[in-house]
């Protein structure tokens, strides 16, 4: 194919991701710092909880990076189909993604970037996107499932409130993008003609028609890779997919666990992890930045009126080892990325999408002629 016979898609993510990714940082190092003020905590606290505990909940986090970096392997590996991918800076990519997700407002630049690298490897446009959001799936699925037994061993202590709204954005959370992602996967979307007579109202009709054509290719090319991926034949990778989020969680919740046992409440490993993931399911209200002040406050809540216990010196350790190393080491390979583009900057890949040949499934990449006749 040469090079006038490419379509470039766009899937760069914009300058001003830097200056949100400084607010981002800026923001939850004051957030553990005001905690901290506010409840009292001091260095000798910290200290006091001990450097191996510390230092083995680091270790705990850092290790969830290199699940993630193997789940997004398995899943390039598996989805990309033949001939196989190069999957070099692999490791880079899945690591500055966690970096975007966990320092700006939206956890959307995550899955962008990787969508945008398995882009520019070859993987056609809609079927990248999918790609890189099917690992958000696998730990929103997961993680609001954990959230869901959290929620239920609140009640049962009688943290009604506590126990309810948990229950509430776990449920929020899994019907959401059941209806986001899973229902394309099942039945074509169709783009209402009705947006098409609204929007020649307020642009005028040949710009109009333009833009509906585009959100229709786009919307069937995505309905289209969502139905080669979401099959019988992907449900060893399903299952690998699954087992691997479940040890990312197991291992965050043992970051908490090493904590919470050097402050003095003897939990095991298991009831750390659904604890973990009661505060985190409230945290992923878009709130702020990577939940800073409402992880801190719901596992506050839950520790206090689940479990009676309180040690704000606990949650600062916990907060700083699991959410503040792992920004640190991720954002070491961020920067590399970012390097490694030179004077590009920050349009960190353009993703070349053919214009003809085949899909995975079989089917031929859509066009806006082909779309006219569909109609």
């Known amino acids: 194919m040469t090079e006038t016979a490419k379509k470039t898609a766009d899937y760069r993510l914009p300058r001003s991701i830097l200056r949100w990714v400084a607010v981002g940082l800026a923001l ?19 200290e006091r909880l001990g450097y191996l505990p510390f230092g083995l909940a680091a270790a705990a986090s850092v290790a969830r990076l290199g699940v993630q970096i193997l789940r997004f392997r398995v899943i390039a ?33 995550g899955p962008v970037l990787r969508a945008a690298w398995l882009s520019g490897k070859g993987v056609q446009g809609g079927k990248a996107l999918w790609m890189g959001y099917f690992e958000v799936l696998m730990e929103i699925y997961v993680g ?5 037994v959290a929620a239920a061993y609140a009640l049962i202590k009688g943290a009604t409130a506590l126990g309810l709204s948990i229950a509430a954005i776990a449920t929020v959370l899994i019907v959401g993008y059941t209806l986001v992602f899973i229902v394309p996967a099942i039945k074509s979307i169709k783009v209402p003609h009705r947006i098409f007579t609204i929007a020649a109202f307020l642009l005028g009709g040949p710009r109009a028609t333009s833009l509906y054509l585009r959100a229709v290719v786009g919307s069937l090319n995505f309905s289209v890779a969502a139905h080669a991926i979401m099959n019988r034949e992907s449900l060893p990778l ?41 505060a985190l399911t409230i945290a992923a209200i878009p709130i702020t930045i990577g939940g800073a002040g409402i992880t ?33 080491v991720s954002g070491v390979a961020f920067l590399l990325l970012t390097r490694k583009m030179g004077p590009r900057k920050m349009d960190l890949i353009t993703a070349e999408e053919p214009s003809s040949g085949t899909l995975e499934s079989g089917t031929a990449p859509l066009d806006s002629d082909r779309v006219r006749h569909t109609q």
Request: avoid cysteine.
């Open 144 to 148: 609001a499932g954990l959230g869901l």
């Open 296 to 328: 801190e406050l719901s596992m506050q809540s839950y520790l206090l009126l689940v479990y009676g216990f309180s040690s704000w010196a606990a949650i600062v350790l916990w907060r700083i080892a699991s959410f503040q190393v792992v920004l640190a």
């Open 28 to 46: 939850s190092s004051a957030v553990v710092i005001l905690i901290s003020i506010f409840s009292g905590v001091k260095l000798s606290d910290l």
């Open 238 to 278: 399903l299952v690998k997919s699954v087992g691997l989020t479940i040890v990312e969680d197991l291992l965050e919740g043992a970051a908490l666990w090493f904590v919470l046992n050097a402050a003095g409440l003897k939990i095991d490993i298991f009831s750390a992890t659904f604890v973990a993931f009661g």
């Open 77 to 109: 590996s598996t989805l990309a189909g033949e001939p196989k991918i190069d999957l070099s800076g692999i490791s880079i990519v899945r690591l500055s993604s966690e970096f975007i997700a966990m320092s700006t407002p939206s956890e959307v630049g």
